[in-house]
């Protein structure tokens, strides 16, 4: 029997924000199919793969723009980045003989500074330009191309990347080739957007064309032990919704077959529809009363709704990301606004669409109006969709 598939039609293609007043023409269309598929062998939920969709990203990730988060201007990714170096350095106070150490993706090289400062040996791949200028300014070597790579000869005692892993399309043979560039005994360190809660409400709100993975500790297990990894750990990471995990080249490569099954995948689209279902009851019922206006937070986990939806007006943005501020999303026309413009203009009805920061959010908006602004969190509405 077919499993049940989640598909939407015309998802915006999230990859870049331009400022409402001066933006440039896009590289790439600004919507393409999306469906959600599975990987049995792992456990792993995935995007079905599209060849115009993996044609995009491959020409979006050679572009001179930082997709990552961890750069120098951007403020609130600054806790993630400490949070996920402090791990980082835990696994290194436990490995004295690691000395050279490669990051895959690295963006902003931030944490390449950080451990550059401590007198490691470090270098860098990123397919952008953008990495190797920032590279450049610290001192740090920065290969521009996709790993791996032809220039990149040498081996490491540590590799590491941080949210590169769902954006891969070929996830294990990727991880294949760092376990063939690690010296015996080296470690390797992955940092990838925590998917569990969302899979298993039937969230579709973590759905967009660069994640092309969604992963779950069991997946991220079963994946890192099917490129031949020894499995030391997966965490949760102490802040935002992120998973670490360590693995180690053994002298034994790791030849176990692994096979985990469809069960997450399967609950998940059973969910999704009752998700999306009360997200439009709950759209609707703010859309069609007279005088009542509707924002949401966090629009970035908006985006798929809406665009099952299909509406793409008739609404605010709202997120406390800095320079987001005053910029649109490619085919979605609608200026991102911040905390304080809610404050200056507030909307009678606001849903915050996250699961991992709702409540932080809904407090601070509860303690500037009171019940002045009426508020419904995803996870909210997750547990209206459970009920029907």
């Given amino acids: 029997m077919r499993m049940k598939s989640v598909e939407i039609k015309k998802l915006p293609f999230y990859w870049r924000l331009t400022h409402k007043d001066s933006k440039s023409a896009n590289v790439v269309d600004d919507y393409y199919p999306f469906a959600f598929d599975v990987d049995s062998e792992h456990g792993l939920v995935i995007e079905r793969r599209d060849p115009s969709v993996l044609a995009a990203l491959n020409l979006i990730y050679q572009q001179d723009y930082n997709i990552g988060y961890l ?5 609130i990714a600054k806790p993630y980045g400490k949070d996920f170096i402090a791990y980082l350095r835990a696994a290194l106070a436990g490995n004295s003989g690691i000395k050279s150490i490669l990051e895959i993706g690295c963006g902003g090289c931030t944490v390449l500074a950080d451990l550059k ?5 470090v270098c860098g791949i990123d397919s952008s330009p953008f990495a190797a200028a920032e590279g450049s300014k610290k001192g740090i070597d920065v290969v521009t191309d996709f790993f791996p790579s032809k220039q990149l000869a040498q081996k490491f005692d540590l590799i590491f990347h941080v949210d590169v892993l769902e954006h891969i399309d070929s996830y294990v043979e990727f991880l294949k080739h760092q376990y063939e560039q690690l010296n015996d005994g080296g470690l390797l360190v992955v940092n990838v957007p925590d998917a569990t809660e969302s899979i298993q409400l039937g969230d579709v709100s ?8 969604y992963f779950t500790e069991k997946s991220l297990s079963a994946v890192l032990k099917g490129a031949g990894f020894e499995v030391i750990s997966v965490d949760k990471a102490g802040y935002g919704g992120s998973l670490y995990a360590t693995g180690r080249k053994s002298t ?7 096979s985990v099954g469809t069960e997450d995948y399967e609950a998940f689209a059973s969910r999704a529809s009752k ?5 439009d009851e709950r759209v609707d019922q703010t859309l069609s009363a007279h005088g009542r206006t509707l924002g949401f937070y966090v629009p970035l986990r908006t985006l798929p709704y809406i665009a099952q939806k299909d509406i793409y007006n008739g609404f605010r943005f709202f997120d406390d990301t800095g320079h987001w501020h005053h910029h649109v999303f490619d085919g ?3 200026p991102i606004e911040n905390f304080q413009d809610l404050v200056r203009s507030p909307v009678t009805d606001l849903v915050i669409m996250s699961l991992t920061f709702g409540d932080v959010i809904r407090n601070k908006v509860h303690k500037e109006f009171g019940d002045r602004v009426n508020v419904t969190t995803l996870g909210d509405l997750a547990a209206k969709a459970s009920k029907k």
């Fill in 71 to 75: 750069q120098d201007a951007n403020e």
């Fill in 275 to 279: 998700m999306i279902a009360a997200f």
């Fill in 117 to 121: 400062s401590s007198g490691y040996k």
């Fill in 332 to 334: 979605v026309d609608v």
């Fill in 206 to 213: 973590m759905a967009m064309h660069q994640h092309v993975n």
């Fill in 252 to 258: 034994h490569k790791n030849s176990k077959g692994v």
